[in-house]
């Protein structure tokens, strides 16, 4: 293992200044991306399994938040996706009653007109979480791997 010495903190100073372009909004960005295309396509693999229509594992992908720079990987809802009831296949749902929402109003299902329908329930067929459990280490890894590449880099160029 390698060590590093400082005299003073005019070399440390320098590194960190050095990094503050080299880890800049952009930099992050691309490396979070990077490292969750593992898990953006283990969980399109599992929700294929249970997704019977494929928008929701159409809708799975990378959702950016720039006011914290940060990025989510999950189902996306509007703007082309469509995966508005992904939290429905990953969690299930109890057997209830679908009510005509006016009073003495009808649904149409079946071919039929009714007042209510008796859903059966969906049992959960998780494919977020699972995909996470199997892949969150190897993200975890390459975001470190990435930064650490930088960081070395930065003090190589201070350190000639």
């Known amino acids: 293992m390698a060590s590093i010495s400082f005299q003073g903190f005019g070399e440390l100073d ?14 992050i960005d691309k490396i979070l991306r ?4 593992p898990l953006v396509k283990r969980a399109k693999e599992l929700s294929s ?8 594992t159409k ?14 990987v999950g189902p996306r809802r509007g703007g082309g996706y469509k995966g508005y009831v992904a939290h429905i296949l990953e969690y ?9 929402k006016a009073a003495g109003g009808l649904l149409h299902f079946a071919g039929t007109f009714t007042q209510e329908v008796q859903h ?3 049992a959960a067929q998780p494919f977020m979480r ?5 892949t969150g280490g190897a993200v975890v890894d390459s975001i470190k791997a990435q930064c650490k590449e930088i960081i070395d880099s930065g003090f190589k160029s201070v350190f000639k």
């Not at 990077?34 to 295309?37: F, I």
């Open 14 to 27: 320098a590194v960190m200044a050095g990094l503050g372009d080299k880890l800049g909004t952009q930099t």
């Open 130 to 134: 699972p995909a996470f459990d199997e």
């Open 59 to 72: 809708s799975i992908g990378i959702i950016a938040n720039r006011k914290v720079n940060s990025i989510t």
């Open 92 to 100: 299930g749902a109890a057997p209830h009653t679908i009510r005509a």
């Open 34 to 37: 990077k490292a969750a295309q």
């Open 120 to 122: 059966p329930g969906i």
């Open 49 to 56: 399994n249970a997704d019977v229509t494929g928008d929701v």
